[in-house]
């Protein structure tokens, strides 16, 4: 680990950075927006969702690799000193954390996702393919089944996964080499901890609204 301060720079490029990254985050809650609402309908708005989703990391990683030693990727701070640590994602990635908790934070993460990588796997990608493969088939009357209990399904698996992730990723150990087997990029956008708390109110929202969706569907409520 090596030990860097804050570039002298004008704020202006802090401010630049944070837009950019909150600008690029918005990408994500579009696509999720296109999946769940079909505003141009379930076909139109499938295809747009998935150029968005592929098209989007060739935004997103190029901004990371230009200003991943500009801010702390976990909190998303650019005024603190920082450690620089590398971490094995696909390739060596170099990211910088901030020396006080959020190097510890950090660590016990992606410690945590490496030992659960098929458990966030099930949790999150099975959800999403089994949705973006069957959804249009149900509505183009290939395949039969219900869209809503679709849209159910997709939800409430992923909404449990990230809610659990927000959580308990602090009983992961402070490991020296850290890995990591998902899309590091995203997590730097807004920083991973703030990314993890919009996931975690987002997912217990999905919840909520997943379990209202069941008690409505088996009549056991009638608003």
């Known amino acids: 680990m090596s030990s860097r301060t804050q570039d002298s720079r004008p704020w202006t490029l802090d401010l630049k950075i944070h837009l950019v990254g909150i600008l690029l985050f918005l990408f994500i809650p579009l696509v999720l927006f296109l999946f769940l609402r079909f505003p141009f309908g379930v076909i139109p708005s499938f295809v747009i969702a998935i150029v968005i989703m592929f098209g989007h990391r060739l935004l997103a990683i190029p901004f990371m690799n230009h200003y991943s030693h ?35 934070n950090a660590l016990r993460f992606f410690d945590f996702c ?21 959804t249009p088939l149900i509505q183009l009357q290939i395949l039969q089944g219900s869209i809503p209990w679709n849209r159910f399904a997709f939800q409430f698996f992923i909404a449990i996964t990230v809610v659990s992730l927000s959580f308990l990723y602090r009983s992961g150990r402070e490991v020296k080499s850290p890995a990591f087997a998902f899309p590091i990029h995203n997590l ?8 993890l708390q919009v996931f975690r109110y987002v997912g217990l929202w999905w919840i909520a609204i997943s379990l209202l969706f069941v008690l409505r569907n088996f009549r056991l409520i009638s608003f």
Do not use: D, H
């Not at 500009?70 to 620089?84: E, I, L, M, P, V």
């Not at 490496?114 to 069957?134: D, E, H, M, N, Q």
């Not at 730097?188 to 901890?193: D, K, Q, V």
């Open 70 to 104: 500009q801010r702390c990727f976990w909190c998303g701070r650019t005024a603190r000193t920082r450690n620089t640590i590398g971490i094995s994602a696909r390739q060596i990635q170099k990211i910088e954390l901030c020396r006080e908790e959020c190097t510890g």
């Open 188 to 195: 730097f956008l807004l920083g991973a901890r703030n990314t």
């Open 114 to 134: 490496s030992a659960r990588k098929i458990l966030i796997r099930i949790g999150i990608f099975i959800p999403l393919i089994w949705y973006v493969i069957t």
